[in-house]
């Protein structure tokens, strides 16, 4: 827009496809040229093949990829409910509680995922509230860590939110439940499917805090993958990487055609 001349707005796109090529394209590329090698001796991987694919679907971890996807929906849909009800309540509060709950809400993005782990493993490792060594412990630290994301997409949105809307239902006799379900919310849907979509992404590659609490019998595909790369093999962890990605891709397509209907 601020460049006047074809040949100014062409180095500018050709510099913006270079950056984006190096900085995303190659890494991804190069995780998918090393999950098809067998092995990788010269400049270009040698004995290209599927072998790698057929062991990351294997019993263990296909098991990682399920419990990743429990995670990440489970995760997303305690954020968004959890986010959403936070968003519509502290639009109704005074200022200076809204400027608390935003600053509470948002704190897990403040600090490292593995203080926030360690926090939670810490907090429900005794009773009454004993969640360690169980999968709602992961379950609870992915919540809280996409929460403050599903938080701020409906919060933006509600900024956003024309109160016309609501002042013409509610003149027309229409209640606070009313106003809400067939007024608020569905003005919300779009806002709600992207924080939706972006809590799962979220969910799908989250490690840190995960290292810190998942048991034995609940490991996410991230924790899989980090075991691998940490024994050195590689090419399988840049395999069963590649089918995160895929699998992440695919997930977000699903909750993106439900945002759409």
């Known amino acids: 827009m601020l460049l006047w001349t074809r040949r100014s707005r062409a180095f500018v796109l050709g510099f913006f496809a270079l950056v984006v090529a190096v900085v995303f394209v190659a890494p991804i590329a190069t995780v998918v040229a090393a999950a098809l090698a067998g092995s990788w001796t010269g400049p270009l ?15 263990e971890n296909f098991a990682s990829l399920t ?8 995760s997303g849909v305690l954020a968004l409910i959890v986010g959403t009800w936070a968003a519509l309540a502290s ?28 926090g939670l493993l810490i907090t429900f490792n005794e009773r009454p509230l004993l969640l360690g060594g ?21 919060s933006a949105a509600l900024e956003r939110l024309d109160p016309a809307y609501r002042q013409a239902a509610e003149s027309l006799g229409a209640g606070p439940v009313r106003v809400l379900t067939r007024v608020t919310l569905p003005l919300l849907l779009p806002a709600l499917g992207a924080a939706a979509g ?13 290292v810190m609490v998942y048991p034995a019998t609940w490991k996410t595909l991230p924790v899989s993958i980090f075991g691998l790369t940490d024994r050195g093999q590689v090419f399988l962890a840049a395999a069963n990487t590649t ?12 909750v993106g055609r439900i945002r759409r209907r």
């Open 91 to 118: 639009r109704e509060a005074p200022m200076w509680l809204r400027r608390i709950t935003d600053a509470v809400f948002h704190l897990p993005i403040a600090v490292p995922s593995v203080a926030v782990g360690l």
């Open 45 to 59: 991987p040698s004995n290209l093949g599927g072998k790698n694919f057929s062991t990351a679907l294997s019993d």
């Open 243 to 254: 089918l995160l990605l895929a699998v992440t891709l695919v997930a977000l397509m699903v």
């Open 198 to 210: 972006l809590s799962i992404a979220l969910s799908m590659g989250e490690l840190g805090a995960t």
């Open 134 to 154: 169980t999968k709602w412990i992961v379950i609870l630290a992915h919540t809280v860590l996409v929460l403050a994301f599903a938080f701020s997409a409906v």
């Open 67 to 74: 419990v990743s996807l429990q995670t990440a929906f489970i």
